[in-house]
């Protein structure tokens, strides 16, 4: 009887200790749920709270909608840099620790934008990528501050306030391509600046850059084909889309640059019947930077700075490889193909082209002026890149190779070489 009933104590016990523990691990279970959710909305307010400081800091009464959102657009791109924050990203880590991916970013800045009046919204791409649609004058377009981060090395206008045509290219692959089943409200209209949307550009002066504003058109009234016309201006991304002829643009030059020129470049592949790069003068767009003295760019913002993507006048065509077939390292090699003028060493042409890792070369186009086609050139090569990885940084062209001798160098002219491929070879130390 006594066995029994030490039995029956100890099961007693038992259960008693497995309802303690039970009821410990139901009370852990609550505690970290109430403190995750005390946490987010810690973070939460936290977010809400630094995006009302940084509007009252930035934004005021009198803005228009242009420049509030150009101006807060300005702050996450040149604040916040990409990655996540601890595995975690969010409109928190965006405004609070500055740094974020994309989800970070368009929360971000909608966040932003709706503590200063605005109107917008997250584009969600299911298949990955976040986006704001924000308002202006009754009409959404489309913002990515993603691939505007300055803080990333990305140009800080190259997807800002884009139609939904504009905003997909390959560029960025299918970043911004939605499914039918992803319906959002549509960005159709192309963009159309009024210099009512920015009066107050004197006090809105940015200290560290010009900001630049215009049109970049095709010649005679031409429009865009299917793909559209994809290039860049001082590395800001435009796209004319089909159909279209112009459209807006925003570019910069920093303030402590020497070299105050605008231009524009176009992929190399959208060439064949516009020159890949032409420059900014009073007068008109022009091939060749001598060309673009006259550029009227000064210290102040400055609008209505219009460019037209000039036809192909006069052309050279080239290719330059790595010799051996060896092929470019970790990085690729940067190279800049430069033609000079023999006697006016002013006069120079250039391409700036990019051999990708693991392959061996890559083409060149120099376009020149009609105006100097009677002129000899001499071509050659140079990059830091190249010599870091056991070639010479500079190196000349002849027909019969490469050559690092300065005095060997081979003339080149519109009238004997306009139908040939120049070919160079990277020459090693």
């Known amino acids: 009887m006594k066995e029994i009933k030490v039995g029956n104590f100890i099961n007693r016990f038992k259960n008693a200790l497995l309802l303690i523990f039970a009821f410990a691990l139901i009370f852990s279970c609550i505690k970290e749920s109430v403190d995750?959710?005390?946490?987010h909305e810690t973070e939460e307010q936290q977010a809400i709270n630094k995006a009302q400081h940084i509007v009252d800091s930035l934004i005021n009464s009198k803005m228009t909608e242009f420049e509030k959102i150009l101006v807060l657009h300005e702050y996450i791109t040149s604040s916040v840099k990409y990655g996540m924050l601890d595995g975690k990203t969010s409109a928190y880590t965006a405004l609070v620790h500055n740094q974020a991916d994309c989800v970070g970013f368009a929360r971000g800045l909608d966040l932003l934008f709706s503590e200063a009046g605005l109107t917008s919204f997250v584009v969600v791409r299911k298949a990955g990528h976040l986006w704001v649609k924000v308002m202006i004058d009754n009409t959404y377009y489309n913002i990515d501050p993603t691939w505007c981060a300055l803080k990333s090395?990305?140009?800080?206008?190259?997807?800002?306030?884009?139609?939904?045509?504009?905003?997909?290219?390959?560029?960025?692959?299918?970043?911004?391509?939605?499914?039918?089943?992803?319906e959002y409200t549509k960005a159709d209209k192309l963009f159309e600046f009024k210099s009512s949307y920015f009066p107050n550009m004197a006090q809105l002066r940015d200290f560290n850059k010009l900001r630049i504003m215009g049109t970049i058109s095709l010649p005679n009234g031409e429009t865009a084909?299917?793909?559209?016309?994809?290039?860049?201006?001082n590395s800001n991304r435009f796209k004319i889309p089909y159909g279209k002829s112009s459209v807006f643009y925003i570019s910069y030059i920093t303030r402590d640059n020497k070299d105050s020129t605008l231009s524009y470049t176009l992929l190399q592949d959208q060439t064949d019947r516009y020159a890949k790069t032409g420059y900014y003068s009073q007068s008109a767009t022009?091939?060749?930077?001598?060309?673009?003295?006259?550029?009227?760019?000064?210290?102040?913002?400055?609008?209505?700075?219009?460019?037209?993507?000039?036809?192909?006048?006069?052309?050279?065509?080239?290719?330059?490889?790595?010799p051996d077939n060896e092929l470019a390292p970790k990085g690729g090699i940067y190279i800049t193909m430069t033609l000079t003028e023999l006697e006016e060493r002013t006069i120079s042409y250039w391409d700036k082209i990019y051999i990708p890792e693991g392959s061996n070369s890559a083409s060149f186009i120099l376009d020149i002026s009609d105006r100097d086609i009677d002129k000899e050139f001499y071509l050659y090569y140079w990059s830091s890149g190249a010599e870091e990885h056991g070639y010479v940084k500079y190196a000349y062209y002849t027909s019969d190779g490469t050559t690092s001798n300065s005095n060997d160098k081979e003339i080149v002219n519109i009238a004997n070489n306009?139908?040939?491929i120049l070919k160079l070879k990277l020459v090693e130390k």
């Open 36 to 39: 995750d959710k005390v946490t």
């Open 153 to 182: 090395g990305w140009p800080q206008y190259s997807w800002f306030l884009l139609n939904d045509e504009q905003n997909i290219d390959s560029l960025k692959g299918e970043d911004h391509k939605l499914t039918s089943a992803e």
């Open 225 to 233: 084909p299917e793909r559209g016309v994809i290039g860049f201006i």
């Open 286 to 322: 022009v091939i060749g930077k001598h060309a673009a003295l006259d550029n009227n760019l000064n210290s102040n913002d400055i609008t209505n700075i219009n460019l037209t993507i000039l036809p192909v006048q006069y052309r050279f065509n080239g290719e330059i490889s790595l």
């Open 418 to 420: 306009s139908n040939d």
